[in-house]
């Protein structure tokens, strides 16, 4: 079909990530439903998408970040088990539930749909081996997907600034760990929360990196300010291009108040069973004693702003989540035609999401990003990834980006605050004191090694952005808070056990027994820059 090319075109991005969470004491907390729901509800379904339209040949570009953090999860045989376990525990529950609504006209249809949807979800998953890694890579090897990576730990990069050892380790992990997981370098990298300073470009390109995604204040008040906004990218003096993203692309998708996912014939994420029906009917997702939580099973659609929810109708939402791709590649079509007179390049939209909400938090995300690609197709728009992008125009402007983030006011208020901000002097403690024992000239031996490369994997996840967010979000503060200073004390033991003194065994015991991403993480990663 004959494309908008010379309009511009569509760069659609996807940031996969999950904090490292693997607990062995406790094996069914809330957090560790995160990655099985993630698997079912967003990972196996975008494969699908990908298989059905390779299978259609319809062209698909999308750039698709996997953090450090999921990709070690995804490999970990101990999780991918728990994810089978999850499986099995929900397709259980959902044939009691058709059970026990065989008679109820309205919910009856919703609890066979369930049913059939978590059969499928487990046939997907034992077709893929319980690995879904190889499938991310062979649809790059297909030309369907660009996978970059991000920080190892998903650390918000701006409070490391005065810690070149941890700039370089997070920077320099995120690459080795995509190599290692999924086979080839990355050429790109997400910066985790869009967290933004001057100069974090040098450590990107210094790791072979060659372009990144800013939040769209970055760009616009970057200095000299860009003659296309956000509509292009620019070139930093290190060489790496950034973009930045499209509010109203955005907008139209994520809003709350606005977006897509607020229709009322979708499935509505917050009315859950878990919360409505007898704990006796929840087994065997919920064991006797647990307190209760959302199960994933959801009857009734958005409806309106009222308690008072309707049915949900599968087939209703599939055919909305088509009507508003169709509005949302009209739009941009417009969008872009209306730049092309005003700008010297074809101007490019970019549209940056977190993954999960595509499927977890909005159950008809897959079909409206499969729904999108196909009426781009059909309609003409152009998608690209960053690489085709700088390949057809590869002249852009040369500025220096403005400090920013995707969090509260673009600033790093979100990850500094009094809910969190005793966090950062904790790592800042840290960080000088594994790499003065990084630096130091003299061998160690392999138990000292070993220890040292543990505490480097703890210092690492005290780093991890999710935490201060979630303390700062007020969900589940306890957990986050317990993580912090979990991991910050096994970091102490470590490194007082490797320096000869008396480390608490049980903290060591517990980091090498829970811990164990980046297998070949070795600590002087983090000697003195």
Sequence with gaps: MAGSAAHGSLLLLLHAHLPYVRHLASPTPLEADWLPEAVAGT??????VLERLAEDAIPVRLTLSLSPTLLSMLEEPLLRAQVAHWLLQHEALAEREVQRTARDASLGPVARYHLQRLRHLLRRWESHGGRLLPAFARAESAGQLALITTAATHAFLPLLRHLPEALHAQVGLGVQTH???????????????????????????????????????????????????????????????????????????????????????????????GWELPLSALE???????????????????????????????????????AHARHFVGRRLQRLAALAPRLQRPPVLVAPYD???????????????????????????????????????????????????????????????????????????????????????????????????????????????????????????????????????RFWALLQTAQGGPGDGALVAAAFAEDVLFPALDFRVFAPR
Excluded: M
């Excluded at 647990?290 to 659609?301: D, I, N, W």
């Design 179 to 273: 190599v290692r997981l999924l086979g080839r370098p990355p050429q790109g990298f997400w910066l985790p929360e869009c967290g933004y300073f001057p100069g974090v470009e040098a450590w990107l390109a210094a790791a072979g990196l060659r372009f990144t995604f800013l939040e769209a204040r970055g760009v616009v008040f970057a200095e000299p300010r860009p003659v296309a906004s956000v509509y292009a990218p620019l070139f930093t003096r290190a060489g790496v291009a950034v973009y930045g993203r499209d509010p109203e692309s955005s907008e139209e998708v994520w809003s709350a108040e606005s977006g897509y996912p607020a229709d009322g014939a979708y499935l509505d994420f917050h009315r859950d069973a």
């Design 43 to 48: 990972y196996l379904p975008l494969l699908e």
């Design 284 to 322: 065997p997702v919920l064991r006797p004693g647990e307190p209760r939580r959302a199960v994933g099973l959801r009857y009734h659609r958005v409806t309106g702003r009222t308690e008072d929810k309707a049915p949900y109708h599968p087939e209703a939402a599939q055919a909305q989540a088509q």
């Design 355 to 489: 993954a999960e909400l595509f499927g977890h938090w909005w159950h008809e995300g897959p079909a409206f990003l499969e729904a999108l690609f196909r009426e781009a197709h059909r309609q003409g728009l152009q998608t690209r990834t960053p690489l085709e992008d700088l390949q057809v125009s590869p002249e852009a402007q040369l500025a220096a980006p403005a400090e920013s983030s995707w969090g509260s006011e673009g600033s790093a208020r979100t990850w500094l605050d009094p809910s969190n901000d005793w966090i950062p002097p904790e790592v800042h403690r840290a960080t000088p004191a594994l790499s003065a024992e990084a630096g130091a000239p003299a061998a160690r031996p392999a138990r000292v090694r070993r220890l040292l490369d543990q505490a480097a994997r703890e210092l690492l996840l005290a780093q991890s952005s999710d935490f201060p967010f979630i303390l700062r979000a007020g969900t589940v503060v306890d957990y986050a808070r317990t993580r912090v200073r979990t991991h910050l004390q």
